[in-house]
């Protein structure tokens, strides 16, 4: 909502009251619209027997953020979420043991690369990276965390890692770990450039804690290859970051073992 500082200056009030009036109420109507289209609810859906698909909009709520509490009527598999926008985030919750997330990368890119038997009481989250609705584009759902004990990368664990001078890559497997969810606690012998993390795979996601002030994220928005980094700030803009600053990266288009793909930042948090 913009707020015209100059009125009633110059203006005869009274004459433009009403138009004033329906002026504000649509502007309050726009807000509303933005502050509920952003919000977030819980939906209970049922798969039926043969099901592979589950449409926001339909079976799903058309919101920023949903939990979906998510049981099949037999053993189904969940193999595509269509009608998605960017940045929508799906946090599915088994209430029983009938539903496998299938791994697909044109469709849902789980971490670890394998499928998910989720059972009662499991949660696994997902985002939506390029959906439009206006161009009928689905987009594709990377996993960006799960509770599910076992299936080799699907663990979280934390790592101190200490970069020396002149270093400005993190290998995944050899300097950081190979799982889904990683926290990493950096120091630098002196001040170093953080410009690419390698051998990531989709949906894997490392939170960087920097314990010391020499810490530099190299930003490098127009690549989405050799595992550079792409953060939410203006192109060019690289992120120093001082002690006690946290920053969460997503890998996408990675297959952990050619690919590198990129690391898109989820959120930071600043200290001050």
């Not at 798969?47 to 049981?71: H, K, N, P, R, S």
């Not at 609705?133 to 790592?159: A, D, K, L």
């Amino acid at each position: 909502m913009t707020i015209d500082a100059t009125s009633p200056l110059g203006t005869d009030l009274v004459s433009t009251l009403d138009d004033r009036i329906r002026e504000d109420r649509a502007q309050i109507n726009l807000l509303w619209t933005a502050v509920g289209a952003a919000n977030c609810t819980y939906t209970a859906h049922e798969m039926g027997a043969g099901d592979f698909a589950l449409v926001v909009g339909t079976d799903l709520e058309d919101v920023i953020i949903e939990t979906v509490g998510l049981t099949g009527a037999a053993a189904v598999n969940l193999m595509q979420i269509t009608r998605g926008t960017s940045g929508m985030i799906k946090v599915i919750r088994a209430g029983d043991g009938n539903i496998t997330v299938k791994h697909n990368v044109s469709y849902i890119s789980l971490g670890g690369g394998t499928d998910l038997a989720l059972t009662e009481g499991n949660f696994v989250v997902l985002v939506n990276i390029g959906g439009d609705t206006t161009t009928g584009v689905n987009g594709i759902w990377y996993e960006i965390s799960r509770n599910v004990s076992g299936g080799g990368s699907s663990s979280s664990t934390y790592t101190a890692v200490n970069m020396t001078a002149g270093q400005t890559s993190l290998v995944t497997g050899t300097s950081i770990n190979n799982v889904t969810n990683e926290t990493l606690g950096m120091t630098a012998d002196a001040a170093v450039n953080l410009t690419t993390m390698t051998l990531g795979a989709s949906g894997n996601v490392k939170i960087i804690i920097a314990l010391d002030d020499d810490i530099t994220l190299i930003q490098d928005a127009s690549s989405t290859t050799g595992g550079t980094l792409n953060l939410n700030s203006p192109a060019g803009v690289d992120l120093e970051m001082q002690t006690g600053d946290i920053v969460g990266l997503v890998n996408i288009g990675g297959d952990g073992v050619i690919s590198h793909g990129y690391w898109r930042e989820m959120y930071r948090t600043l200290k001050v």
